[in-house]
């Protein structure tokens, strides 16, 4: 709590220095007119000429005059309410639309699986929730964790798309320290903001019958783990360590453990894509082909689960039911971040592209979005009815075929609809994820992956009674906790998240 209402006094404070009179906001420009001779012969233009009391013609010439104020201004003025709310709601740049709206539909998905995965636990008729987890539709809450992939592929995309710009615009220099350091303080602050408000603030909110919090099970006290494992967390190991995935802090952020660890590798091949594209698209294709042979070699050794209530095929000494093999691991989940990053290298070197062959674009379009349609029906429902017969069911080709192709097939999917939004073959698909709803929430994506756990559980440790489970109270349970999780990350967005990426702006821009 104190780490909050220190950020809202200097939020405050700013908000009173940017209202002050005389002081230019960030982000806005003083604009000044000044007049310049044009010869006679010049086409005269009505909006951009006029006339002086000596019957001389003359040009106006609007000029942008940018005021450059003491760092310690603009840092303050970084931490205003108002600069917070322009940088919330206003279009950033080198922001790509299309992805607000599959960043938003994605953090629903996760916050729709996070609900049924930990309800199970509170649940009065709990044999109905696993009964419906088997089903058809089942399937896309069991798949929820698809989304991450999403994830990784836009960051793969974006990343690169940025870093190569900027290697082109400044000749092949660029200040790779900084760039690591950047994205460190990019993803660190809120993290640690979370990870202490878990530790002390947590233990002292949480009130009632069930034992459940935040992931635990009678026996576990994940904020032990959590005093005992917080490095981990920020020096973004913490899917490696420790490996008793029992014992991990906050068991939702292993995974940027993985994003962080993927970006350690984005800029050398970034520089090898600028250097020589072809050695770099052979770099990623050999990564990716590195990625499936690993997920392929790990899921034959012992035929792990690919489904709920499934065990592995194999039992012998050196399989670890408490280790995680292949779920949060960068060598296992890396295949859609790569292919994020060729579809970043494409779109900027061919920002416009065309099917080849006029008279077969649209038997193009449409074969490839059936095509993706398909395939991310099979990933998705792919395990419907067979892989619930029994534990130990789908045989040992099946595991590994699964394990080795399902994140390709989704990431070629999902790559197929970003490809088609930038090149104009997506027509209302791209209108819908470019809706202008999507932009702000999009901007608070990260909070809300990071809260959504902590909103979730802390709603049902409160319980008095056990939660029952059908459809209509899961439906009020979701939009309720959509409202939890927005709001909690908005206050934090406004307080902390904003203000700090405006401050590294101001100062690089000093």
């Given at each position: 709590m104190a780490v909050i209402a220190i950020f809202a006094v200097i939020c405050t404070f700013g908000s009173i220095l940017e209202c002050c009179p005389g002081v230019t906001r960030i982000g806005h420009a003083r604009r000044r007119s000044t007049f310049t001779r044009i010869v006679e012969d010049m086409e005269d233009d009505p909006l951009l000429t006029t006339t002086t009391e000596n019957g001389e013609t003359v040009k106006i010439d609007i000029e942008e005059e940018v005021v450059e104020e003491p760092l310690a201004f603009r840092a303050f003025q970084s931490f205003s309410f108002g600069a917070s709310w322009r940088?919330?709601?206003?279009?950033?740049?080198?922001?790509?639309?299309?992805?607000?709206?599959?960043?938003?539909?994605?953090?629903?998905?996760?916050?729709?699986?996070?609900?049924?995965?930990?309800?199970?636990?509170?649940?009065?008729?709990?044999?109905?929730?696993?009964?419906?987890?088997?089903?058809?539709?089942?399937?896309?809450?069991?798949?929820?964790?698809?989304?991450?992939?999403?994830?990784?592929?836009?960051?793969?995309?974006?990343?690169?798309?940025?870093?190569?710009?900027?290697?082109?615009?400044?000749?092949?220099?660029?200040?790779?320290?900084?760039?690591?350091?950047?994205?460190?303080?990019?993803l660190t602050p809120m993290y640690a903001v979370l990870l202490l408000g878990f530790v002390f603030l947590v233990p002292h909110v949480v009130d009632g019958p069930f034992p459940l919090l935040v992931g635990q099970d009678i026996g576990r006290n994940p904020i032990l783990f959590c005093k005992q494992y917080w490095w981990t967390n920020m020096l973004y190991i913490n899917n490696f360590v420790p490996l008793d995935t029992t014992q991990q802090c906050m068991d939702w952020t292993p995974f940027l453990a993985i994003e962080m660890q993927l970006f350690l590798i984005t800029p050398p091949l970034v520089f090898l894509l600028y250097k020589c594209s072809k050695v770099g698209l052979a770099a990623i294709v050999s990564l990716?082909?590195?990625?499936?042979?690993t997920n392929a070699v790990i899921e034959a050794q012992w035929g792990l689960p690919i489904a709920m209530f499934q065990v592995p095929l194999k039992h012998n000494d050196t399989y670890d039911p408490t280790f995680d093999y292949v779920g949060n691991k960068p060598y296992t989940r890396a295949t859609p971040y790569l292919i994020g990053m060729m579809l970043g290298f494409l779109f900027l070197k061919k920002p416009v592209w065309q099917f080849p062959y006029p008279k077969f674009d649209i038997v193009f379009n449409i074969g490839c979005w059936i095509s993706s349609c398909i395939v991310a029906n099979k990933v998705i429902f792919g395990l419907y009815d067979e892989a619930?017969?029994?534990?130990?069911?789908?045989?040992?080709?099946?595991?590994?075929?699964?394990?080795?192709?399902?994140?390709?097939?989704?990431?070629?999917?999902?790559?197929?609809?970003?490809?088609?939004?930038?090149?104009?073959?997506?027509?209302?698909?791209?209108?819908?994820?470019?809706?202008?709803?999507?932009?702000?929430?999009?901007?608070?994506?990260?909070?809300?992956?990071?809260?959504?756990?902590?909103?979730?559980?802390?709603w049902l440790v409160t319980q008095r009674d056990p939660f029952y489970f059908n459809l209509i109270n899961m439906t009020s349970f979701f939009f309720a906790q959509l409202i939890s999780v927005y709001t909690i990350s908005f206050i934090f967005g406004i307080l902390i998240e904003f203000p700090l990426l405006r401050l590294e702006r101001a100062i690089m821009r000093f």
């Open positions: 940088f919330f709601t206003d279009e950033r740049p080198n922001e790509i639309p299309y992805l607000n709206g599959m960043l938003v539909a994605s953090v629903w998905w996760v916050l729709i699986g996070k609900e049924f995965s930990l309800g199970e636990l509170v649940y009065e008729n709990a044999y109905d929730y696993f009964d419906g987890m088997k089903t058809f539709l089942g399937q896309l809450i069991v798949s929820s964790y698809l989304a991450g992939d999403t994830f990784l592929l836009i960051s793969g995309l974006v990343l690169t798309y940025t870093i190569l710009g900027r290697l082109e615009r400044n000749g092949g220099r660029l200040n790779w320290a900084w760039l690591y350091i950047r994205r460190y303080l990019r990716i082909a590195g990625c499936l042979v619930y017969n029994s534990p130990t069911a789908v045989n040992m080709l099946g595991r590994v075929s699964w394990q080795m192709l399902s994140h390709l097939g989704y990431s070629a999917s999902i790559s197929w609809v970003i490809f088609a939004c930038n090149y104009g073959y997506a027509g209302p698909i791209r209108d819908i994820l470019e809706w202008k709803v999507w932009r702000p929430l999009s901007h608070l994506t990260y909070m809300v992956y990071l809260f959504h756990p902590l909103t979730l559980q802390l």
